[in-house]
C-alpha cells in the first residue's frame, strides 16, 4: 500500500497537553506526532492515554499527518497505548527504539485486529524510529518488515549519548545519517531527521537539517513551533532546483526528439539518474 507523504515538519506535542492540541493543529506544521512516550511521567501515562483516546474519537478536519509516539512495544504500557489510540483518522504509529522485525511484527497483527474489530478501512502506518547500534545495523531489515512502514527516523540522543558519542558531532551524524539513508532508499521509504534539543540555537537547528537535507532525508521532527518555518523550507525545493529540474526535463525531451539516448545540459551528460531526481524534485513542489 502506498504510505508516502510530506511530512517537512512533524511537531511533538505532549499527550499531557491538550490545551496545546488545538494551537498545533493551527500551526504550519506538516504533522502533528502526539507524544505519549519520553515526554510523558511514568505516573501520567494513563491520563495521556485518555486525552488522545477523547482527542481521536472525534479528530477535527485536517490536511494534517496525525501521528502518536507510543511506548516501546516491549513496555507494559504498549497494547494501552493502541487500544487508546487506534482509530479512524490517525496516519501512523511512531514505534520508538526498534530493533527486531518480531515487535514490527507483532505490533502489525495487533494493529490488524483493532482494526477489523472498530472497522478502521485504511490501515495504520508505522514509523519506525532506530535509537540504538543494533537498530542501525538492522536498519533495511527493519524497513522491510511490514507493508506498513512509511519511513525511518533517527533519534540521536538514545543513539549515541549513553555511548558517550557526542550527539553534536558533524561527521559522527552525517555518517549515521548515511547509513540509515541507504537502507530506507533500499526499502524504498523515506527518511526523517532527529528532533534538535537546543531550543534557542536556530543556527544550529538550521546547520542540522540543512546536513540533512543533503542527504536527501524528508523531514525533521521539532519540538517547538519556532522550528516549523525552518524545517518547512530546508525539505521544500528551492526556486533553483525546481527551474534546473524542469531544465533537465526538457534537455531530455530535446534529445529524444533528435533521436539521442543521452542529453547534455550546461556540458553535463545527463541519463537516467538524473532524470530520476529531476523527478523526484517536481514531485516534491507539488505536493
Known sequence: MEMRV??????????????????????????I?????????????????????????????????????VNSASSNDFLLDLQAIVKPGLYAIALPKVESVDEIRCTAEL???????RGIQSPIALLITIESPRGLRRAYELATASPRI??????????????????????????????????????DLDCYEAAYPMLRDHAGFLAQLTDARALGFAGA???????????????????????????????????????????????????????LRAKAILHRSAQ
Open 6 to 31: 510530506r511530512m517537512r515538519s512533524k511537531l511533538f506535542v505532549p499527550a499531557t497537553r491538550p490545551e496545546l492540541f488545538s494551537k498545533a493543529l493551527n500551526s504550519a506544521a506538516d504533522a
Open 33 to 69: 506526532c502526539f507524544d505519549l512516550e519520553d515526554a510523558v511521567p511514568a505516573t501520567r501515562k494513563s491520563e495521556a492515554r485518555s486525552n488522545l483516546d477523547t482527542f481521536l474519537n472525534s479528530p477535527p478536519v485536517t490536511h494534517k499527518q496525525l501521528l502518536v509516539r
Open 111 to 117: 494493529l490488524s485486529k483493532i482494526e477489523q474489530e
Open 150 to 187: 512509511c519511513g525511518l527516523q533517527l533519534g540521536f540522543a538514545d543513539l549515541l549519548e549513553p555511548l558517550g558519542i557526542s550527539s553534536l558531532h558533524s561527521q559522527t551524524r552525517q555518517q549515521i545519517r548515511l547509513m540509515l539513508r541507504l537502507a530506507a532508499a533500499e526499502a
Open 221 to 275: 521532527s521539532c519540538i517547538h513551533p519556532d522550528q516549523i518555518a525552518v524545517a518547512n523550507q530546508v525539505f521544500s525545493p528551492t526556486a533553483e532546483e525546481i527551474d534546473y529540474a524542469n531544465f533537465v526535463l526538457a534537455a531530455v525531451d530535446e534529445a529524444s526528439r533528435s533521436g539521442n539516448a543521452v542529453a547534455v545540459l550546461n556540458g553535463k551528460m545527463i541519463d537516467a539518474p538524473f532524470v
